[in-house]
């Protein structure tokens, strides 16, 4: 057997064959019938084959042409016939296949231009000009979203965030649990290359000034602190500046650019959490390859507004805030449905908020609570912020510190959130890149700014009811003691994902030793808010110990060439006919391996995709959405999806790379542990190797899977 995807397609399987060539489904169809002729040799492209092989090939195409004729039903009414030759015209496998394509009557509104249209915009050089209106709708998918429960704007355009270049979003009102909704997916979209710009509206002064105030603080962050790639910009539309003095504004709209297509949903949905996600919100979504009419007048219609917006300030957020205010005392306090999500205390949590009160009763001011990465550790600490206040009697004043903007972006969304549905609306500071205020109810700062000789003596000015430090394993010790020597606070307490640090500090002894809960994985499978998992094992044949580890990883070139062995993936067929799935994740170790196996896979009768970050990944947001919605089996990934995917129903998840990170592993698995309608559970197919970190891994596994882990042997195909 060949490890070329195509030699390894078993006879049984071939449609025609001749003595040189043989014919198989595409399993990736361009239409019903879609067909690859292919040479029995492995020859890169057409000019490479012999005189010999190129009439073998050209006289099978014709008896697929009869064999199709007289099979399909409806009749083709026309066919593409065609080939690619080389990188640079798309070929993605280096053997000559010639695709043999039925076409139908009706199956696109003007054929015009046949092959042509394989090169953007060159399709049709007949058909009328890009303005006229038979054009307008040809490429376009378009869809009607009608929100809650089967059809929520959010689930469209989250997972189309992912590897956007250009996201446009303009809302006339804006509340606090919209925000909260595209926090975490809109700032995982900042630390890549991109461009986001939001614009909102002060008509009727409806759009809450704590969310217009948030946005002002998303933007100084995103522009002060390294992390982000991306760019930010936030602007205001103030209704009595408008040239055309219009008498309403409600306009509601997304645009959506990656490297491949234009999406846009124009419709009834505002910036809040009922119009993205709870509520029963009409919106019409059209999806494009190519510039059509109707993106093209969006993007001039959101120009021409942008550039009379006012950019989004300090002093702008605070003087909306103090007409909003007296417009409401002098017309209307409008009626708002917004309330924040604050979710119940899972049962773990209600067992963790038992123990740090008795921490605290007994005297202690330090505690550390180790949390598995997805569990709720942030959620956890405000619960007990509430606590305290509620002892207290007041609002406590909190401080959060940590090491990363996003890390204080998302307590800041938990912590207004639960605080401010107990003791009222609060007011929040930070103290982070051009940010230095420690003055407020909620601070959230850098811990790497406050341990500058400037923020420790500003922080021993400062009183706080309760600090909470998040991450604590990913900062050195020295760093968070000097920090923590000029509180003068009720109570600290200390967040993690586990007690020991890489280098093996003991992170427990910062806090005294006082590990006041341990939440596992395996907690969460426990109350039932994660899925069980079955973990299969299977012996790698791939020898790690003799592929070069420098800094911490694999050599990847000599990596890529090992794990691409014909005898491995067949491994990995047998498992995952005999550990069956809808949805799949296959974590990949590069580009080329991603290509290679979603190549392999669709070889093999399975629909799939490679999505990385770069040139010659799929469409990031299409193969999402594939996925989501069952149109797709499996997804290749690189280096993504670690956080952040929101799919509930992958109930298969494939390690076909050595993880050198146990975090980012477990990071990885729980992409499928979570918990889905008629989801029973998870099934982890993993590559065992002879190299340390797998024993590792193992052990720390096995310790959470019980009795649902098992063993395989190399799988072998009949």
Not at 412 to 432: C, N, R
Not at 488 to 499: D, H, Q, S, Y
Request: hydrophobic letters at 40%; proline letters at 5%; glycine letters at 6%.
């Amino acid at each position: 057997m060949s490890n070329n995807i195509f030699l390894d397609v078993p006879s049984e399987k071939w449609l025609l064959s001749n003595d040189l060539a043989f014919a198989v489904y595409d399993t990736f169809p361009v239409s019903p019938g879609h067909v690859l002729v292919l040479t029995k040799r492995l020859i890169p492209t057409w000019f490479d084959a012999s005189p010999e092989e190129q009439v073998a090939l050209m006289s099978l195409v014709n008896e697929v042409k009869q064999y199709l004729d007289s099979e399909l039903e409806p009749k083709p009414g026309g066919y593409n016939v065609g080939f690619n030759a080389g990188e640079a015209a798309g070929q993605t496998v280096m053997h000559v296949h010639i695709h043999v394509i039925p076409r139908y009557n009706g199956d696109m509104p003007d054929p015009r231009g046949g092959v042509r249209h394989v090169i953007p915009n060159k399709g049709n050089y007949l058909a009328p000009s890009a303005n006229s209106i038979a054009t307008s709708n040809s490429s376009a998918d378009v869809q009607l979203i009608t929100g809650h429960p089967h059809s929520r704007l959010w689930d469209q355009i989250s997972n189309r965030l992912f590897g956007a270049r250009l996201v446009d979003v303009l809302a006339s009102f804006v509340q606090n649990s919209g925000l909260d909704v595209i926090e975490s997916r809109l700032f995982q979209l900042l630390q890549q290359q991109s461009t986001v710009r939001i614009m909102v509206s002060d008509y009727l002064s409806i759009s809450d000034p704590g969310a217009i105030q948030r946005l002002c603080d998303w933007q100084d962050i995103v522009l002060s602190e390294e992390e982000y790639h991306g760019e930010l910009f936030v602007r205001l539309v103030e209704i009595d500046k408008l040239p055309s003095q219009p008498q309403s504004f409600h306009p509601k709209s997304w645009r959506i650019i990656d490297g491949k297509q234009s999406f846009i949903a124009v419709g009834s949905s505002n910036l809040s959490r009922p119009a993205l996600v709870t509520g029963v919100e009409w919106n019409l979504t059209s999806t494009a390859s190519q510039d059509l009419p109707a993106h093209a007048a969006f993007e001039s219609e959101f120009d021409s507004l942008w550039n009379v917006a006012t950019p989004l300030t300090a002093e702008v957020a605070a003087a909306y805030a103090a007409r909003a205010e007296q417009y409401r005392k002098e017309h209307f306090e409008p009626e708002i449905h917004d309330s924040r999500c604050v979710p119940e205390p899972r049962p773990w949590q209600v067992l963790a908020l038992r123990s740090l009160a008795q921490f605290r009763a007994a005297g202690y001011r330090k505690a550390l609570v180790a949390v598995a990465t997805g569990m709720g550790k942030t959620w956890l600490a405000a619960f007990d912020a509430r606590q305290v206040g509620e002892q207290l009697q007041r609002r406590p004043r909190v401080l959060v510190i940590a090491h990363r903007s996003h890390i204080l972006l998302q307590a800041e969304s938990a912590f207004s959130s639960v605080l401010d549905k107990t003791f009222g609306t609060g007011t929040t500071s930070w103290y982070i890149g051009q940010r230095s205020d420690l003055t407020q109810s909620l601070v959230l700062a850098s811990v790497q700014k406050l341990a500058r000789p400037e923020g420790l003596a500003r922080l021993a000015s400062e009183q706080f009811d309760y600090v909470v430090i998040d991450e604590v394993h990913h900062a050195h010790a020295p760093t968070y003691r000097r920090v923590m020597a000029q509180l003068e606070t009720c109570f600290i307490l200390g967040l993690t994902a586990t007690p020991e640090r890489g280098d093996g500090i003991d992170v427990a002894t910062i806090f005294d030793d006082n590990l006041a809960y341990q939440a596992t994985i395996g907690d969460g499978i426990a109350e039932e808010s994660l899925v069980p998992f079955h973990y299969v094992g299977i012996r790698d044949t791939v020898d790690f110990e003799q592929i070069p580890w420098r800094n911490g990883r694999f050599q990847l070139e000599e990596l890529e060439r090992r794990v691409e062995q014909s005898e491995r993936m067949q491994s990995l067929w047998q498992a995952m006919q005999e550990h069956t799935g809808e949805r799949t994740i296959l974590f990949c170790c590069s580009r080329r391996h991603a290509l290679f196996t979603r190549d392999w896979l669709r070889a093999n009768g399975v629909s799939a995709a490679a999505v990385f970050s770069g040139e010659g990944s799929d469409s990031q947001s299409d193969s999402l959405e594939a996925l989501r919605v069952g149109q797709l089996e499996a997804l290749c990934a690189v280096d993504m999806f670690n956080e952040g995917l929101d799919i509930p129903d992958v109930d298969r998840v494939v390690f076909l790379r050595p993880t050198e990170s146990k975090v980012i592993f477990l990071q990885q698995l729980g992409r499928g542990l979570r918990a889905a309608a008629g989801k029973m559970r998870l099934r982890v197919i993993d590559f065992v190797g002879n190299h340390r970190m797998f024993a590792q891994r193992l052990v720390h596994l096995l310790s959470l899977a019980g009795k649902e882990a098992s063993w395989g042997r190399p799988a072998k195909m009949a």
